[in-house]
């Protein structure tokens, strides 16, 4: 028996219409009707979802005398496309908080000057980088990325935090007085609290989410 077979079974087995099996799971009627014949297939979040509301295990959906070698593959295929997509997604975001906080360093030794030296410390130090620092921390907690290990990347986030000035305005006065200035360390804790409060409420989306997807 096929995927699709099994599928129509359990659910009339269950004493549901197409549309209430819809309504439950959160797709369209057209949708059941594709998965029941065979037209596409569900992804494996459905499937654990079917499994759930038909009252049947995931072996008996699944498993088969035979292998279901097409379904298998398929579900191979669209586990590795989430997967891949999680990796550019994550990708772009660490690509667009670098990109910001190299931006703002080279707009204070190639674009700035002594004059505006307040301006740019409210439009970068003050609002730029610890809005997008809080703004990066939430998605990454939001969607969970590196899972438990997400929480040490806020000190990444935190050093990073710390060097902004420390690359601008200290290493200017370092090299206009000829000394050598320490990191302000409680810029750094200013950072990791910041990304730990963002990624945080992002952490707690994630988690109400999950729980209204079972």
């Not at 206009?176 to 302000?184: G, M, V, W």
């Not at 910041?194 to 945080?200: E, N, P, T, W, Y």
Request: proline letters at 2%; a positive charge; one cysteine or more.
């Amino acid at each position: 028996m096929e995927i699709g077979a099994k599928i129509k079974n359990a659910r009339t087995a269950a004493k549901l219409t197409q549309e209430q099996a819809a309504e439950a799971l959160g797709v369209s009627r057209q949708t059941i009707s594709n998965w029941e014949n065979e037209r596409t297939y569900p992804d494996i979040v459905s499937v654990v979802r079917m499994s759930d509301l038909y009252g049947v295990s995931l072996d008996h959906l699944l498993k088969e005398e035979k292998p279901m070698s097409d379904y298998l593959d398929y579900l191979e295929e669209s586990t590795n496309t989430v997967k891949s997509r999680r990796r550019l997604s994550l990708i772009i975001l660490i690509a667009v908080y670098l990109g910001i906080w190299a931006f703002s360093l080279i707009s204070f030794w190639l674009l700035g000057s002594g004059s505006d030296a307040l301006g740019y410390s409210l439009m970068y130090l003050y609002f730029l980088l610890p809005v997008t620092t809080f703004v990066i921390s939430l998605l990454i907690g939001r969607n969970d990325y590196w899972g438990k290990w997400k929480w040490i990347s806020s000190l990444v986030f935190g050093v990073l935090y710390m060097l902004a000035p420390y690359a601008t305005f200290s290493t200017a006065n370092m090299i206009r007085f000829d000394k050598l200035n320490a990191p302000q360390w409680g810029v750094l804790i200013a950072g990791v609290i910041l990304s730990l409060f963002g990624m945080g409420i992002g952490h707690l989306i994630y988690c109400v989410r999950s729980k209204r997807s079972r």
